[in-house]
């Protein structure tokens, strides 16, 4: 993601990050690259690590939703890892422990048409729950051509959920995307998907 944004992420450009944590790659996005940046995170714990970084580094163009992101407006619940590896936070739809209740929302109820179609990356981590994601992108994608995306890919999560490395990949195939690394055999890889020239 680092190389992605320094390569391609200019003044004025919009980043959006999907699985935001406590803001890192947006705070950077911000001060390094000077974009305009749209942030959604769910986690009440996290979040507030996130407006403090925010707070702390003086960030003027972050607007952060605290809401997951998916495929429609829905009430679903966030597993919450422990303190010493918070950055494996997942949704699941069945609360069975101490899971926080999370609102669901769609990019397009939030993000208005013109700022997505200055979208140069938009970074998706969500642990199992991209197709979710890309499934509320579907109707937008048009608007988005100019944008990189940069995904975690997590087999075993993403089965957790129903879905498929493969859907993934075909997803963006059918938008007019190609991968630029691949199908990995690991347990977790980043991915970057580009416009096929």
């Known amino acids: 993601?680092?190389?992605?944004?320094?390569?391609?992420?200019?003044?004025?450009?919009?980043?959006?990050?999907?699985?935001?944590?406590?803001?890192?790659?947006?705070?950077?996005?911000?001060?390094r690259y000077h974009a305009e940046v749209f942030s959604f995170e769910p986690s009440a714990r996290e979040l507030a690590r996130f407006y403090r970084n925010a707070a702390l580094n003086h960030c003027q163009k972050i607007t952060c939703f605290p809401y997951a992101v998916g495929s429609s407006e829905e009430t679903l619940y966030l597993s919450l890892t422990g303190e010493d590896n918070p950055s494996m936070n997942h949704i699941v739809r069945v609360k069975s422990n101490n899971e926080e209740e999370v609102n669901v929302r769609t990019i397009p109820s939030l993000i208005p048409p013109a700022r997505l179609e200055k979208a140069?990356?938009?970074?998706?981590?969500?642990?199992?729950?991209?197709?979710?994601?890309?499934?509320?992108?579907?109707?937008?994608?048009?608007?988005?051509?100019?944008c990189r995306f940069v995904v975690e890919v997590s087999p075993e999560y993403l089965k957790k959920n129903g879905a498929s490395v493969s859907q993934m990949y075909d997803f963006f195939s059918s938008h007019g995307y190609k991968a630029v690394y691949g199908k990995q055999d690991t347990f977790q890889w980043d991915e970057v998907f580009v416009q096929k020239k």
Do not use: Q, T
């Open 120 to 146: 140069a990356i938009c970074k998706i981590d969500v642990e199992g729950f991209e197709m979710e994601v890309l499934e509320g992108l579907r109707e937008i994608m048009c608007s988005l051509e100019k």
């Open 1 to 31: 993601l680092s190389k992605e944004m320094e390569g391609h992420l200019r003044p004025n450009d919009v980043f959006i990050d999907i699985g935001a944590n406590i803001g890192f790659f947006s705070i950077l996005a911000e001060k």
